[in-house]
């Protein structure tokens, strides 16, 4: 028994020793650096992250466009008939209720903090350049752009991996782990050193694309209570703002998949829908209703020539700080948000998944940038300054909402309202993303000590505080600089991810015209087929009958042929 392992027994853990402690210390190391070197850790994510800007920009842009295509083939082909999940199998989750869930865990956040700030950022600030600044047309290009960022190219980034895991996990049984994608390449070695590496990966790109998210919801919260009570913008008060936080979020965790998750994003979804209908409402409700529909079609029809645009002609370097940097964090934290869909989405077709996860978040997305975005050129049209002022001007780009909600009636009642949705955004992001790393170190879905998933939401706490309050840039070009390093090597796994799903779904469906399927029993991390056989655990084949004798080290089954399918 090595010293991991040791450590771990001692801890009353279960897990996988060297996936879970290579994770921490990679995450540990970061902070332990970050906070003793901070000048040195600075110039090198600056230095790593404008190479990758200057060089490889283009590299996202066409990953995600790629996947798109890809996703959208999958649902039209006879692939699209597929279940994710025994072919018997009834959805987990209610319509409504599967649409909050992933409405809250993808991108909650981003909507509360960009709604109002970049339209009104690219209005002054046209990302091409080519029409004149505060213009009518600066505005149509950009909500353009904006929805480009908002809609499927970002759902596209959580789209692939959830249904790249979806397909792993419950049509091939293999355990709910990033490696797991990999198999039709990697074998049996997803068990091994090779395979280990990867989850490390995974977990912590995650770790710090939610990081992310809760550094600009800390943002966020901070300004909102120095509009509210005048309490100070700095360091000190986003480092206790996120312990605060946390906090909250450690007893979700806590509460579980169905009391806490669940709860919290039916409470999102009723409280966001509750302030977009306000906006209407009380906004200009007959040009919010025809400019958000005019924004559709533009966008709809901008949309092919936006999705390989490189800015190539000026090469400015907004669509870096822009575009590459959405892209970048989206696609860290996809592992997360793809496991979690993947989750929620058990007993769905490819088309079923590729449709719902595509189409109705999009839609309200659609709708909630469109209301804020055409409310706000209302207000800075008859008030000029009024937005744009302290968004591009003071550069101060988390208060954009609340400067917004002052022009409504009961300004006061609603950014109350917007700091708590803020908080439950942030709150779900952390439990939902506790969940998925505890899961992809365990490697099965079965109850584990609720320790474990505490343990990832203090490490995402403590990713986010350092990011914002222990280095040297400023909080949001230091959220950039990082996440933009950290997201190559998920591009990378993107591409291998088309190619492993295509593999494995040509492989088990063959050509029969029905696209039945093989059965693949189910799969546990050898350390953990060890530990439930020193427990005396029964272990039983699919059938429900007992297995007496030795089981294999990956699988848990006694067949000596692993993974050999079984019709």
Known sequence: MNTATRLHDRLGLRTSPRIFFGAAAVVLTFVVATIAFTDQVDAAFAAASGWLLDNLGWFYILGVTSFLVFLLFMAASRYGRVKLGPENAAPDHSGPTWFGMLFAAGIGTILMFWAVAEPMNHFANPPRQDVEPGSVAAFVEAMNFTLYHFGLHTWVIFALPGLAFAYFMYKRNLPPRVSSIFHPILGERIHGPVGRAIDVVAIVGTMFGVAVSVGLGTMQINSGLATLVGLDESRLVQILIIVAVTSIAIVSVALGLDKGIKRLSNLNIVVAVGLLFFVLVTGPTLLLLRGTLESLGTYLGALPELSLWNDTINDSGWQSG????????????????????????????IREFVGGVLAAPVLFSVAWFGIFGWASFDIERNAPGTLVGPVVEDGDVATAMFVFLEQLPFATVLSVVAILLVVVFFTTS?????????????????PAPTRQRVFWALAVGAVAATLLGATGAGGLTALQQVIIVVGLPFFVMGYLMIYTLLAALREDAGEAPLLRTKRWRRVLPPEEVARRAEEGAALRRPDGTSLAAPVHPATGEADPLHQAPSR
């Open 322 to 349: 822009w575009t590459v940097f959405y892209w970048a964090w989206t696609i860290s934290w996809s592992p997360f948000v793809g496991i979690f869909v993947a989750r929620i989405s058990r007993g769905r077709t």
């Open 430 to 446: 952390v439990d939902s993303a506790a969940l998925v790393m505890d899961t992809i170190a365990n490697g099965h879905e079965d």
